[in-house]
């Protein structure tokens, strides 16, 4: 081959070589590749394409598997590669100490959103490296960290002041004194779950963690809690401190409603629009003309196994409830196919459903 053509491609190799563009460019070219094939194939390119996008990467997933436990210096490792995560999760890494999540101080002033869920080992003073080192967290999944307590929230609640959304399932030590440090903090919360389902608009469950009557009187007067399903203060809400509850979950609470208590609640909660009082057995046609009467912004209720409801009760709720637009009944005995005739006639906007909703 002619000598000057063999410089002039020696020339072109150069030129072009990815060593020579700066990683502002490279950058652009990675962002326009559209399927996964292209991204890993130009990460595979060179090791400063593989550095362009390990640094593009948003979320990360480490799952300790049976025979494979995720360790401190491999946790290291990841963070050290992709440092602009803006999503992480570590679920049951039981594995981590003190170190591992120290790492968080270095590399997490860009995530948003962690999952520890499982991971056992986690206590109050790694969740301060969290604390510290995840300025914009909005998100965080502690399910089943058992250690945790109410310092390791309070420390979480003062520090991160983007927080949305909590998991708690299963923190036995946290009681209603590291809810309210969370709620009076950080009154943007929008999701807080106990059993690992969550409700959103601000959602409260008795289900794992131990609680008082003046912490549940405290965070539902407070005006942001829009979902409540704490069988134990039922009479708490009909006393005025349910004012802004939207949703209210009294499924299997049987032994606690009657028409009383359904009187107070339906005074109390005038901005209620969803009720579950499904297995609520004591309720009687005085209850049902009490809902009809009060409850002018309920849109959905369930009436599962409600025995004593029949077609005057029916009638009083679906002709009262002006915004009613969905009953979800089984097994109410006493309604005849007279009865939804009739409701349907006069309310063809309002849905009979004949199933038990588990959306609550």
Known sequence: MDSGLKNQNKCLRTTYHPDN???????????????KHDRDSFGLTCHNFLDIQSSSRKHLRVCSLINFHATNSLVLNMLNRFKNLESLSLIRCRGLSDSGLANLLLYGSTLQSLNLSYCSRVTDIRLSYVASGCPFLSAVNLNKCSSITNHGLQILA???KSLKLVHLNGCSRVTDCGIRCLYQNRRQLTTLSFQGVSHTLASLEDKLCSFDSRGVFDFVSGGALKYFSFSSYIREIGLGVGSKLKILDLKMCGDLVDDATILKIAKGCPLLQEWNLSYCYKIAISGWNTIGLYCQNLKIVHVHRCVKLGDKGLLAVGYGCECLSVIYMTNCYQITPSGIFLLRRHRRDVEIKEEESTSL
């Not at 563009?21 to 399927?35: G, H, M, S």
Request: glycine share 0%; charged share 35%.
């Open 158 to 160: 003062e520090s991160c």
């Open 21 to 35: 563009y700066p990683d502002d460019c490279l950058l652009l070219i990675y962002e326009k590749l559209e399927t």
